[in-house]
Nanobody
Framework: QVQLVESGGDLAQAGGSLRLSCAASGSFTRINTMGWYRQAPGKQRELVAVISSGGYTNYADDVKGRFTISRDNAKNTVYLQMNSLKPEDTAVYYC?????????WGKGTLVTVSS
């Protein structure tokens, strides 16, 4: 029903910035919530940030003040602006979209931060 395609993952230096994008397509009338999750090597997937259709946001404590989530409802796209990157931000970042009771996932985009 919903396909998600992430982009923007890259190599970055500590202290640098990256911007991730996730475009949704498919058969749906409204995406209620969109978010970003990440999975670091050897660890479980964890929530990074979420944003509602009305623009309300929530962040994981370890990214608060450094990352900003936003969305363009007209384009069904969610973004994650990542500033002041740290090596511990290295992970595969996954886009998530909530449509009614269902959740959908993108394939992920790799972010690698060196120091």
């Amino acid at each position: 029903q919903v396909q998600l395609v992430e982009s923007g993952g890259d190599l970055a230096q500590a202290g640098g910035s990256l911007r991730l994008s996730c475009a949704a397509s498919g058969s749906f009338t409204r995406i209620n919530t969109m978010g970003w999750y990440r999975q670091a090597p050897g660890k479980q997937r964890e929530l990074v940030a979420v944003i509602s259709s009305g623009g309300y946001t929530n962040y994981a404590d370890d990214v608060k003040g450094r990352f900003t989530i936003s969305r363009d409802n007209a384009k069904n796209t969610v973004y994650l602006q990542m500033n002041s990157l740290k090596p511990e931000d290295t992970a595969v970042y996954y886009c998530n979209a909530g449509v009614g009771p269902f959740g959908y996932w993108g394939k992920g985009t790799l972010v690698t931060v060196s120091s």
